[in-house]
């Protein structure tokens, strides 16, 4: 049976090629997937052992401060070398006007106790130089302006600049300082941790158990157990990571069977009569199958081999999307052998299908002359399948309006996949109409070869519909993500335009930084300015309710500079005592109009509000008069994220106003003026990223999916050889022989993609009105532009695929086409 | 009968297609193949002679009567077990499409063995070879072969496993009357040298006129029986069946 398996591969390569495409780019994905796992863990891993080389203990504390006493304490511990605080202070950067976020360290005295390596020039020997990170380019001799705690202006003169890893996320600074120049910056700040390096012929643990024996009320670790600690920290991102894209390699994964599927059916049907001789020579069922499915098990190992390393070069390409500093490819054996698995096990399951239907071949068959393998016309159970489906969806999606969002949210999810699987049901029904359609559209262009394509597609309504279902499948996630996230951009768009009557707000570039004392008061005074306000966020204090981050607005300023959506009691001014409460804290805490909250001040509720989260008018959980701020600020904490509303006088256009006001900003380079535009595209950059990275990975599901379309047509021209041999004796010319399989893969892409399209942007519309609130409307809007490009990509990638079939079949001779068989 | 039959038909009645569409291809036959013995099925077209060698061989489901092949009822086997009793007790030529085309001769002529999972006995395959003069030819798949070729080539594979039976389907339809004669003469050699049984169906007397006896169909019955048939004797029949 083996030999018969191996002598069909090896007669037949062609015929396997294009599903193996699939499986090999499903496979590709998988083990993009999990390199990328691995490698985003090894990058953390080589981070980590970055940050901790040379330490051998750490010593840190959950109550007190880590200052220069303790560090002398233990610098005086037996078997210790030497030991370095360490202390991040953020030292915002003057670029260009404006500061931007950066932080330093101070230069510790060891060498061998510092997480970062010179890369140019020396390190600083004075407190008026400084070393900085290789990437923000620097040369030796330029001159840094860095903020300290109260605004003020520091200037230092570069000497070098220093490598580190940037990207696991555990905090890299961009100075290093003298640690006078540091203690100057920051006067008072204590050390965040303590490392400290054993002396000769001292083991980690005895050092870690020396300074505690040393040194009361501190935590030891040694530096691996600060190692694996650190570790375990950052993980979580990463895991996250990768589970997203586990979810995009399933996706590519499903599509790829499905190619499998289809295109197993196909060599079945027309493998009938060899199945069949194979059957009147003794072969049992269970041999059929085991042929067929051998056949699947080369494919899927051959395969999903070339895919895992064409893998290596996903991981490559998805770390340089999400922009890592350093690409790793580590490939481990558990990688390997689980995308092989996954491969092989995919195209088994999906080819077992093909394979039962192949042991029912009947032995007779072999005598009778080769039928085409035609299908059944659409069976009464399809259309009642694909009606039960449909209706599921209708009733889930129904039901999901009116429960809250959670459920809803679920429901709807369950409404999108019963529409899909109504959509991929009721595909061969769909075939005959779509496509007799598509050929009176096309037949006045594109002539004779719309009708016979039409013809050729509607032939086997089956095979058509499975090919576009692949499509199907790609299309629908895409067209859903990208409706959606036009939705929710026009529906945080008015959100804003309806909660916020400011023209511009002015915000700190360094969110821990304060904006100039009174600078709301000033810009009030710039002409064409009606009214300003002053807002910032702090952790409050409510007593036995909790803490919470709340905004502290200046009370005038509710009700006409700020509108969130009420959801009860008032809200057109907060005056002292009083507290307005987010929908999520009236969850949480049950606090409901008229309460008192007991506060250090008691407060009274008066609303609870919903709004949209912007940067600069962020409301946070509840909302206070700004005089109240002090009286309930946690520990007395100073607030952050402190901004400025500026909204412009009725008679002056807000563009008039704007020079005015950077004019007046000028000496505040903390500050950062924005319009309401700017505050559109800061809320929608990070979602366009998303987006962006969305449509990057379900590229390739469709991708899989036109290697199906492809590999259809491919072996459908194989199979029609002897008939377009006749047609072409009858007077077709060649060029039209190309153009009728070029028109079918047309009008299949187009039934995939008509059917993506409507599931996608109905399941759109559903989770508008599922996610939609008062506050943070989700529009239903068409981003016609965008699904635009979708359907143009889809139609120049079926001719593209079709350009191989469409080749084969318009170059076959006449003779040996009429001879074969 | 001088000796046992090695397939026997009982009554067998089979119809294709309902209502008024059916078509009754046996019409309560009854006959018997006697082993060693080189017969005939003859009959004008659509008499029921593919017919009745597909109920013969159990490729067929009848409607009703018995269907023995060697010591085995085929008329109530499972699937399993009738394609255990092909495998092992039935050998076949058909009139075209005999060979996977992606195997070479030799692979071919021992497919029903591989399949079965049973050693070929090698002395009797190069006998088989010799005779049917494919010694050369094994190596070459279907397509590098001639018309007559490949029929050995699959009369070969009829013959390897030693089967109870073989039945050959118009086997010379599309042969030249030389490579026609090649393969009948074969299949004589077969039964009257090796001791096989072949019944073979065909429309042509002069085929027919290669064999020990001839059963005669018309309209899904026997309508009679022909001794050492000569071509001249067959024709009569068959005129006289108004063919
Ligand atoms: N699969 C089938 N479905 C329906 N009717 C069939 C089928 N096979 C055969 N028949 C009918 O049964 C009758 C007998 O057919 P059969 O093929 O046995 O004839 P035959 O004697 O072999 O003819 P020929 O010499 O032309 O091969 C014919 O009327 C034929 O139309
Ligand atoms: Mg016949």
């Known amino acids: 049976m083996l030999r018969t398996v191996v002598a069909g591969l090896k007669a037949r390569p062609k015929r396997l090629l294009l599903s193996a495409v699939a499986i090999m780019l499903g496979v590709a994905f998988v083990s993009g997937a999990l390199v990328l796992a691995d490698a985003v863990h090894a990058s953390v891993r080589a981070a980590v052992t970055y940050q901790l080389r040379g330490v051998d203990a750490d010593v840190t504390v959950k109550h007190g401060d880590l200052d220069d006493t303790v560090l002398n304490q233990i610098r005086q511990a037996p078997g210790v070398a030497s030991a370095e605080g360490r202390a991040f202070t953020p030292t915002p950067l003057l670029v260009d006007g404006h500061a931007r976020d950066a932080g330093a360290i101070a230069l510790p005295a060891d060498p061998r106790l510092r997480p970062f390596d010179l890369a140019g020039g020396r390190l600083p020997g004075k407190a008026d130089e400084v070393a900085t990170a290789a990437e923000l380019g620097y040369a030796p001799g330029e001159r840094v302006t860095v903020f300290d705690q109260n605004g003020t ?73 600060a190692a694996s600690q650190l570790l375990g920290n950052a993980a979580p991102d990463s895991a996250s990571l990768t589970k997203f894209f586990t979810a995009f390699a399933v996706l590519a994964m499903v599509v790829a069977g499905l190619v499998i599927l289809n295109s197993f059916t196909i060599l079945v049907t027309q493998r009938a009569r060899e199945l069949a001789l194979l059957r009147c020579v003794g072969a049992d069922r269970s041999q059929v199958f085991a042929s067929v499915l051998a056949e699947a098990v080369v494919v899927g190992v051959v395969a999903s081999v070339v895919g895992l390393f064409a893998g290596l ?158 499509l199907t499948i790609g299309l629908a996630v895409v067209s859903m993500v990208t409706t959606t996230t036009a939705g929710i951009e026009a529906g945080q768009s008015r959100g804003l335009d309806q909660q916020l009557a400011a023209d511009f707000t002015v915000t700190t570039a360094v969110v821990n930084r304060p904006l100039p004392d009174n600078l709301a008061g000033t810009l009030a005074r710039v002409p064409g300015v009606s009214v300003t306000a002053e807002r910032l966020s702090f952790n409050g204090d409510l007593g036995s309710a909790g803490v919470y981050s709340m905004a502290a607005v200046t009370g005038s300023a509710v009700g006409s500079l700020l509108h969130p959506a009420v959801l009860s009691g008032r809200l057109d001014h907060l005056d002292v005592g009083e507290i307005a409460v987010s929908k999520e804290l009236a969850t949480e805490t049950r606090l409901k109009v008229g309460d008192t909250v007991a506060a250090r001040t008691p407060l009274r509720v008066v609303a609870v509000y919903d709004s949209v989260n912007a940067p600069g008018v962020d409301l946070g959980l509840a909302l206070v008069d700004l005089a109240q701020q002090q009286a309930i600020a946690f520990k007395g904490e100073p607030g952050y994220d402190e901004s400025v509303l500026v909204k412009v006088a009725s ?171 | 009968m001088d000796s046992p039959a090695a397939v026997e038909a009982a009554d067998v009645v089979k119809v294709y297609g309902h209502g008024d569409g059916a078509v009754r291809a046996l019409d309560h036959v009854s006959v018997a193949f006697p082993t060693r013995r080189f017969t005939a099925i003859m009959g004008p077209s659509g008499s029921g002679k593919s017919t009745l060698m597909h109920c013969l061989a159990g490729l067929e489901r009848v409607d009703s009567g018995q269907v023995r092949i060697g010591r085995h009822e085929v008329t109530r086997l499972s699937d399993a077990a009738l394609t255990r009793v092909r495998r092992d007790h039935v050998g076949f030529v058909f009139q075209s499409f005999n060979l996977l085309p992606t195997l070479s001769a030799e692979d071919n002529i021992l497919l029903g063995l591989r399949l079965a999972g049973r050693d070929p006995d090698k002395q009797w395959f190069d006998t088989v070879v010799d005779v049917l003069g494919l010694r050369a030819r094994l190596g070459h798949r279907p397509s590098e072969l001639s018309g007559g070729q490949q029929q050995r080539v699959a009369c070969a594979r009829a013959l390897v496993g030693r089967p109870d039976v073989v039945f050959a389907d118009e086997p010379t339809g599309n042969l030249d009357s030389r490579s026609g004669a090649e393969v009948l003469g074969f299949l004589r050699a077969s039964v009257h040298e090796f001791g096989q049984t072949v019944v073979m169906v065909t429309h042509d007397p002069v085929a027919a006129s290669y064999t020990d006896h001839g059963v005669l169909l018309a309209d899904g019955r026997v309508a009679s029986h022909l001794q050492r048939p000569t071509a001249d004797a067959v024709l009569s029949a068959l005129t006289s069946l108004g063919a």
Not at chain 1, 789 to 816: D, N
Request: with cysteine; hydrophobic share 55%; net charge positive.
């Open chain 1, 651 to 821: 008679g002056s256009a807000a563009a008039q106003v704007r020079p005015v006001l950077e004019q007046a900003l000028s000496g505040a380079p903390l500050a950062q003026l924005n319009t309401v535009a700017d505050i559109k595209e800061q809320m929608t950059t990070p979602l366009r990223g998303t987006l962006n990275l969305l449509w990057a990975l379900t590229a390739l599901a469709v991708l899989i999916a036109f290697a199906g379309i492809a590999n259809t047509l491919w072996l459908s021209v194989l199979e029609r050889t002897r008939e377009s041999a006749l047609l072409r004796a009858l007077g077709l010319t060649r060029g039209g022989l190309g153009a009728t399989v070029m028109t079918e893969s047309v009008f299949v892409a187009l039934l995939g993609a008509a059917c993506g399209l409507m599931v996608g942007v109905a399941s759109a519309w559903m989770l508008a009105r599922v996610a939609s609130t008062d506050a943070q409307p989700v529009l239903f809007t068409l981003p016609w532009d965008r699904l635009g490009v979708l359907v143009a990509a889809s139609v120049l990638a079926a001719g593209l695929a079709a350009l191989i079939p469409a080749r084969r079949a318009a170059r076959q001779s006449l003779t040996t086409a009429m001879a074969d068989r």
């Open chain 1, 313 to 470: 070069g996903v991981a490559a390409a998805l770390q340089t999307i999400i922009g890592a500093q350093s690409v790793y490819v580590p490939l481990s054996v558990r990688s390997a052998v689980e995308s092989v698995a996954i491969g092989v096990l995919v195209t088994v399951l999906a080819a077992a299908v093909p394979a039962r239907a192949a042991t029912r071949v009947a032995p007779v068959e072999a005598l009778r002359t080769p039928l085409e393998g035609k299908s059944t016309r659409a069976g009464r159970l399809r259309v009642t399948a694909a009606v039960v489906a449909f209706l599921v969806a209708v009733g889930a999606g129904a039901l999901s309006l009116g429960v809250d969002t959670d459920t809803g949210a679920a429901l709807a999810i369950v409404a999108m996949v019963a529409l899909l699987l109504a959509a991929l049901t009721i595909g061969p029904v769909l075939v005959g109409p779509v496509v007799r359609t598509l050929s009176s559209v096309f037949a006045p262009a594109v002539g004779q070869p719309a009708k016979l394509a039409a013809l050729n597609a509607d032939r086997n309504p089956r095979r058509t519909a499975a090919s576009a279902a692949a």
């Open chain 1, 153 to 225: 202006q520091h200037q230092y003169s570069v000497v070098g600049s220093f490598s580190r890893p940037t990207d696991a996320g555990i905090g890299a600074p961009q100075l290093v300082l003298t640690p006078d120049a540091a203690r100057q910056l920051a006067p008072g700040t204590a050390y965040s941790e303590i490392i400290a390096r054993a002396a000769p012929g001292v083991s980690q643990q005895q050092l870690a158990d020396s300074i505690a024996r040393t040194v009361h009320g501190v935590d030891v670790a040694t530096g691996e157990q």
